[in-house]
């Protein structure tokens, strides 16, 4: 099956929905819409950032594949989607000459891991995936307060460390970009 350009992200975007439903998905639909956040932020940072946008919004897709698909590749996601996005794109016939590209993006996206970021696209991603937790506050509240139960401070707490460290892990250039919109939030959460 040969798929290009928007068909592509098309595609991926359906995959990954479908993937998101699944009762073996334990991050719920929660994990749906971060996927599209960080999709939606990649492609800003790509035209900002002047880097391939196509390459930015695959990898953006695909990120998280591993973590949705089977819980207990969740540690190393990174890794486990990278070979799962070359066996998918492989399959669709992508431009094997990008198939790299996008996998080191998927390897260096995570912030919790301390990792070289050696492209504007794989940073593109990384500063996505860390700054969609801005865009998913709804979800971060329902994790606390109806999947955790915390008190009202506690989760309050929780959530405003979480989006801390998310705002930590962005790149210099994407924490001036972004500064606004972090404000705003954790103004409204006190």
Same mark, same amino acid.
């Given at each position: 099956m040969v798929i290009m350009g928007d068909d592509i992200l098309g595609y991926l975007r359906n995959e990954i929905y479908s993937r998101c439903k699944k009762p073996a998905n334990k991050f719920g639909m929660g994990c749906w819409y971060h996927i599209e956040a960080v999709v939606k932020n990649g492609e800003l940072l790509a035209q900002k950032y002047g880097a391939d946008t196509e390459i930015v919004m695959i990898a953006a897709w695909l990120h998280d594949i591993a973590s949705v698909t089977d819980y207990a590749l969740y540690e190393n996601h990174h890794i486990y989607g990278a070979e799962m996005a070359y066996d998918l794109l492989t399959q669709l016939s992508y431009d094997k000459s990008k198939i =790299? &590209?996008?996998?080191?993006?998927?390897?260096n996206h995570r912030g919790s891991i301390c990792l070289d970021r050696n492209s504007v696209e794989e940073l593109c991603v990384a500063d996505a995936d860390a700054i969609s937790h801005f865009d #998913? !506050? =709804? #979800? &971060? &509240? %329902? &994790? !606390? %307060?109806?999947?955790r139960k915390m008190t009202y401070e506690d989760g309050k707490r929780y959530v405003k460390e979480k989006l801390e460290r998310s705002f930590r892990k962005l790149s210099a250039q994407s924490k001036e970009y972004y500064k606004s919109k972090y404000r705003q939030v954790m103004e409204i959460l006190g």
């Open positions: =790299p &590209l996008i996998q080191a993006c998927i390897k #998913s !506050v =709804p #979800s &971060l &509240l %329902y &994790l !606390v %307060y109806a999947e």
